[in-house]
């Protein structure tokens, strides 16, 4: 399995709370990537990281920040938490941006 | 903006019944097509990649396949262990993973 590790792997928040979530990699791959996945939405991405300091949007990320100071951590941070960002945060790790991405276990998040 | 496309959204099948299941893309520049095999509870599980149309890649009972505009993961003599989420998802041009909502499929004994 590749070296990727999520915490915590469960949370319960109260809305108006900020929240972070770690995404930790040992395996020196360059692309990083937060999802959430939703019923009927499958995977959405949020952002994603091309290397240290670097980073980019994706389509779902209103109300999320990143930041990736060291090549093994992207952390993802809900800067008020609110009801609508109850779901399933997963992180993955890419050695390149058209290599395989390996998946984390997932973090369960409930805002209530 | 790039869009994954997956059918159909559930499929139960007969031990022993193959089938296909399609992922239809439109991304700008494609650098990879990947197949995911989901288990409930679980992150994400690679199975395949393919690079240009004609590729195929086949693992035990699975093969994929890709066209310009397509690409088909094919199952033959399914078990019940194959039972999963069945993710498909593209990378172009703009760099960023993009999925499609994913096929659960049953397999009855």
């Known amino acids: 399995d590749a070296g990727i590790t999520q915490s915590p792997r469960h949370k319960v928040t109260e809305t108006g709370t900020p929240v972070t979530l770690r995404c930790h990699q040992t395996e020196n791959h360059r692309y990083m990537y937060w999802y959430r996945q939703d019923p009927g939405h499958g995977l959405r991405l949020i952002h994603y990281s091309y290397g240290v300091k670097d980073t980019d949007k994706g389509e779902v990320s209103d109300g999320y920040s990143v930041s990736r100071s060291k090549t093994e951590d992207f952390l993802l941070t809900l800067e008020s938490a609110t009801s609508s960002q109850t779901s399933v945060y997963f992180c993955a790790i890419s050695e390149e941006v058209n290599t395989e991405a390996f998946f984390g276990q997932g973090t369960r998040l409930t805002v209530v | 903006e790039d869009q994954v496309t997956q059918s159909p959204e559930a499929l139960r099948l007969q031990e022993g019944e193959s089938s296909s299941l399609n992922c239809s893309y439109t991304?700008?520049?494609?650098?990879?097509l990947f197949w995911y095999r989901q288990d409930p509870g679980k992150g994400p599980e690679f199975l395949f990649t393919l690079y240009s149309a004609g590729e195929e890649k086949e693992k035990e009972r699975l093969k994929a396949t890709l066209t310009k505009k397509e690409s088909f993961l094919h199952i033959t003599a399914p078990k019940p262990e194959d039972s999963a989420t069945y993710l498909c998802a593209a990378t172009g041009a703009n760099s960023k993973l993009t999925f499609g909502k994913g096929i659960t499929l049953s397999v009855r004994p």
């Open positions: 991304v700008s520049g494609l650098r990879g």
